[in-house]
């Protein structure tokens, strides 16, 4: 059974590019969360879709925006990156956004 | 507002004797709690959780932690410590809401020295 696979591992991108980020939620799971981790730093919630649509949002600008696709699966868009931009991004998944999370080993983006 | 404070950033063990990482959480609500674990370039992996059962709730790898309301506080403990457990260890509260938002302390390094 595979867990939660996000892609790429690992990205170097330039200041005020686009970038994004890709998740595939474990098998059964409909609901699809997206963590932002800087260096030395707790994972912080960007947000969370659920049916295809954002259910809640951190406080991260509108730099970072999302989509959830039919088969559950979703994407992490982040534009005009900054250089603080850089850090480990998380997909979690879990059944109707309660509990039981499942993680994936996270996309490192570098951004120069 | 929900928060978790991890009392210490790093921890230092020797292997085969007892582990504590120390957690405070502050919450309106009736709190559910977890402790994740995350090894170097690797995901993170749920070690327990607390969802106002048993208090005292056992996870893989021989952790164990204990809720106690009065104290706000959510200790995960390991009677001896294993070379393989050396990670970040994360203390993370979320709200009973349909939503499901994960609030992260800052983590714990644990170290165990052989």
């Known amino acids: 059974d595979a867990g939660v696979t996000q892609s790429p591992t690992h990205l170097i991108k330039t200041r005020g590019q686009q970038v994004t980020l890709r998740c595939s939620p474990k098998s059964g799971h409909d609901t699809v969360s997206w963590y932002q981790q800087a260096l030395g730093q707790g994972p912080q919630f960007i947000f969370q879709y659920y049916e295809e649509e954002e259910r809640q949002r951190g406080n991260f600008p509108d730099r970072f925006s999302g989509h959830q696709f039919p088969n559950y699966s979703s994407e992490l868009n982040v534009n005009a990156l900054l250089l603080g931009d850089s850090a480990l991004y998380l997909c979690?998944?879990?059944?109707?956004?309660?509990?039981?999370?499942?993680f994936g080993s996270g996309t490192r983006l570098t951004v120069v | 507002a929900q928060s978790v404070t991890q009392l210490d950033s790093h921890v230092s063990v020797s292997e085969g004797t007892p582990v504590l990482l120390r957690c405070n959480y502050s919450s309106s609500y009736s709190p559910s709690l977890f402790w994740y674990v995350q090894h170097p370039n690797k995901g993170l992996q749920l070690l327990l959780k607390y969802t106002s059962a048993a208090t005292l709730v056992k996870g893989i790898n021989g952790f164990e932690a204990e809720f106690k309301k009065s104290e706000t506080s959510f200790h995960l403990t390991k009677p001896s410590a294993h070379m393989s457990d050396a990670a970040e260890y994360f203390c993370v509260v979320i709200i009973n809401s349909n939503t499901g938002k994960l609030i992260f302390g800052q983590g714990t390094t644990l170290q165990v020295k052989p």
């Open positions: 979690a998944s879990s059944l109707s956004g309660v509990y039981g999370y499942t």
